[in-house]
């Protein structure tokens, strides 16, 4: 139920201050935020309500939630291309940027895919998710707002994720009474991925979001060492479950990860803001 809550409160807040305030930027890009979010929501509502009210432990298989994944952002990229949405990527902190032509949808599916599942690794620890992604979208809401007015849309949906997100971790901080599954992890993985599209800082996204991109990183390490070698490099993947192996307290990792994550989000604003 808490994913649930993410995303209605993340979409009624949002329209609502857009009608309000920028009614004329109810557009498109608007749209497209609300179609990730809720795209990706509906696989995660999916999964979870097999493995619960159908009680299969396995939810959606994991080629079920690819497939469902990947059309949800071919649709995404079309919705952009309809648009007229430049192709291009550039390098954060520099004006150096490369025109991806035809290889841009790929791009696009890779981010969207990509992100989702790795912000859903990181939903394993109370209040571990929700606090990174609040970070994270707080600096894309921040980075949004320095360039007002050109991403007012995004500014206000990523500041009504954080809304929602500090909300929902009153309830799922350690110990935990509310918990957001996969409708809210993939949800909010789409959505972080959007933003960025939108914005054109796609490159900015792995840095950012780096927690994520750690988290990812320590399951295909470990996968990949395991099966060449037949030996772990962590003691558990994805790398918090590591920590809580190696004797810390739930709530270190958490914070700890938190701290990583404000980091992160320190140089990618810096690198963006100071050095462009």
Avoid: C
């Avoid at 996204?205 to 994520?212: A, K, M, S």
């Avoid at 003691?235 to 990792?253: A, I, N, Q």
């Amino acid at each position: 139920m808490g994913g649930i809550v993410i995303v209605l409160s993340i979409v009624v807040t949002s329209f609502i201050i857009m009608y309000k305030f920028f009614p004329a930027e109810i557009s498109y890009q608007f749209s497209l935020l609300l179609f990730a979010l809720v795209g990706y929501g509906l696989i995660g509502f999916l999964d979870d309500f097999i493995k619960i009210a159908l009680k299969r432990n396995l939810g959606l298989t994991s080629k079920q939630k690819l497939v469902g994944q990947i059309v949800v952002a071919v649709i995404f990229y079309v919705l952009l291309h309809v648009n007229n949405f430049p192709t291009t990527v550039s390098l954060p902190g520099t004006t150096i940027e490369w025109e991806l032509g035809f290889l841009y949808p790929f791009l696009i599916i890779f981010m969207m895919v990509g992100s989702s599942n790795a912000v859903n690794l990181t939903d394993g620890l109370d209040g571990l998710l929700a606090g990174t992604a609040a970070v994270a979208f707080g600096s894309f809401a921040l980075l949004a707002a320095n360039s007002f007015p050109h991403f007012n849309t995004v500014m206000v949906f990523s500041l009504a994720v954080v809304g929602a997100l500090l909300g929902f971790l009153v309830f799922n901080a350690h110990p935990a009474k509310v918990f957001m599954g996969d409708t809210g992890s993939l949800a909010l993985g789409a959505a972080i991925a959007s933003v960025a599209i939108l914005m054109k800082l796609e490159i900015l996204l792995v840095i950012i979001g780096g927690v994520f991109v750690i988290e990812t990183l320590s399951v295909i390490i470990q996968v990949i060492s395991f099966k060449l070698t037949g030996k772990r490099v962590f003691k558990m993947s994805p790398l918090h479950h590591h920590y809580e192996l190696k004797g810390w307290s739930e709530w270190r990792v958490v914070t700890t990860f938190w701290i990583v994550g404000i980091i992160f989000a320190i140089i990618g604003i810096y690198i963006e803001v100071a050095l462009t």
